[in-house]
C-alpha cells in the first residue's frame, strides 16, 4: 500500500534523446537528502569544487559522486539500489518516467544499461508515475491552457523554491552544460527536478487516494 512504502523520487540525465545517447546523471531524493551520480566522459576535472559547489546552492544535503563512464555510473547505481532499497518498503516515482503510453526515464535506462551489459537494478521495486495523477486529477490550467510538464505543474501546485538552484529555464540546457564539463550545473538541475517531484509525490499523497497511484513492478521477467 502506498502508504506504508517509503516514496523515492527519481530522475536522469542523458546527453540527448536517441538511443546512442549516455546518461550523465541520476539522482534520488531520500529522506535525509539527495543522493546523486554523476559520469565525466573520462574526463579529469576537479571533482572536490563540482562537490563544493553543489552544496553551496542547496538547501538540503546532497551526496554527490562521480565516475569515469557511463558504465561506472550506472553499475554505482546498481549497487546503491541493491544495497539501500532491496530491504526497504520503497516505492519509486518519476515524473513522465514511464507511464501506461510512454515516458522518458526508465526506457532510456533500459536500452543504456543493456548497451553496457549491466544488470537491471529495479528488482523488486514497485514504481508509480506521478505524471497522470497530476495531469488528471489536479487542475492545471493556465490562461485556458492545460499544462502539465514537470516545472508548470510544480509551480501551480506547490510553489516556492524546490529546494535547489535549477540554472537551466529548459532541460535541453543540461545537454550543453554537460559538453562543455559544468558538472556542478547539470547536477543542480537533477536535484532540483528530483525535489520538485518529491513536493509533488507528497501533495498527491495528502489529497489523492491510494488507489490513484497505478503501481507497476520494475522486476524484469529474467534475473541476473
Same mark, same amino acid.
Given at each position: 500500500?502506498?502508504?506504508?512504502?517509503?516514496?523515492?523520487?527519481?530522475?536522469?540525465?542523458?546527453?540527448?534523446?536517441?538511443?546512442?545517447?549516455?546518461?550523465?546523471?541520476?539522482?534520488?531524493?531520500?529522506?535525509?537528502?539527495?543522493?546523486?551520480?554523476?559520469?565525466?566522459?573520462?574526463?579529469?576535472?576537479?571533482?572536490?569544487?563540482?562537490?563544493?559547489?553543489?552544496?553551496?546552492?542547496?538547501?538540503?544535503?546532497?551526496?554527490?559522486? @562521480?565516475? /569515469?563512464?557511463?558504465?561506472?555510473?550506472? #553499475? =554505482? !547505481?546498481?549497487? $546503491?539500489?541493491? *544495497? &539501500? %532499497?532491496?530491504?526497504?518498503?520503497?516505492?519509486?516515482?518519476?515524473?513522465?518516467?514511464?507511464?501506461?503510453?510512454?515516458?522518458?526515464?526508465?526506457?532510456?535506462?533500459?536500452?543504456?544499461?543493456?548497451?553496457?551489459?549491466?544488470?537491471?537494478?529495479?528488482?523488486?521495486?514497485?514504481?508509480?508515475?506521478?505524471?497522470?495523477?497530476?495531469?488528471?486529477?489536479?487542475?492545471?490550467?493556465?490562461?485556458?491552457?492545460?499544462?502539465?510538464?514537470?516545472?508548470?505543474?510544480?509551480?501551480?501546485?506547490?510553489?516556492?523554491?524546490?529546494? @535547489?538552484? /535549477?540554472?537551466?529555464?529548459?532541460?535541453? #540546457? =543540461? !545537454?550543453?552544460? $554537460?559538453?562543455? *564539463? &559544468? %558538472?556542478?550545473?547539470?547536477?543542480?538541475?537533477?536535484?532540483?527536478?528530483?525535489?520538485?517531484?518529491?513536493?509533488?509525490?507528497?501533495?498527491?499523497?495528502?489529497?489523492?487516494?491510494?488507489?490513484?497511484?497505478?503501481?507497476?513492478?520494475?522486476?524484469?521477467?529474467?534475473?541476473?
Amino acid at each position: 500500500m502506498t502508504d506504508t512504502l517509503e516514496h523515492v523520487a527519481f530522475d536522469i540525465e542523458t546527453t540527448g534523446l536517441d538511443a546512442a545517447d549516455e546518461v550523465t546523471v541520476v539522482g534520488f531524493e531520500l529522506e535525509l537528502g539527495c543522493r546523486v551520480f554523476y559520469q565525466t566522459g573520462g574526463r579529469d576535472t576537479d571533482r572536490a569544487d563540482v562537490v563544493t559547489a553543489v552544496q553551496e546552492r542547496t538547501e538540503t544535503r546532497v551526496e554527490v559522486s @562521480a565516475h /569515469d563512464s557511463e558504465r561506472g555510473l550506472l #553499475e =554505482a !547505481v546498481s549497487g $546503491f539500489v541493491g *544495497e &539501500r %532499497f532491496r530491504s526497504a518498503d520503497v516505492l519509486l516515482v518519476g515524473y513522465n518516467g514511464e507511464t501506461w503510453h510512454g515516458g522518458f526515464d526508465l526506457p532510456f535506462l533500459r536500452t543504456r544499461y543493456a548497451a553496457c551489459d549491466v544488470a537491471w537494478p529495479f528488482e523488486e521495486l514497485p514504481y508509480a508515475d506521478l505524471l497522470p495523477i497530476i495531469r488528471d486529477l489536479f487542475n492545471t490550467t493556465v490562461d485556458g491552457d492545460e499544462v502539465a510538464d514537470l516545472d508548470a505543474a510544480y509551480e501551480i501546485l506547490c510553489g516556492g523554491a524546490a529546494g @535547489a538552484v /535549477d540554472p537551466f529555464d529548459e532541460s535541453g #540546457e =543540461a !545537454v550543453t552544460a $554537460f559538453e562543455e *564539463e &559544468r %558538472f556542478e550545473a547539470v547536477i543542480l538541475h537533477n536535484v532540483a527536478d528530483i525535489r520538485r517531484t518529491g513536493a509533488l509525490s507528497r501533495l498527491s499523497q495528502r489529497y489523492c487516494s491510494k488507489s490513484d497511484f497505478q503501481l507497476k513492478s520494475l522486476t524484469p521477467t529474467i534475473h541476473d
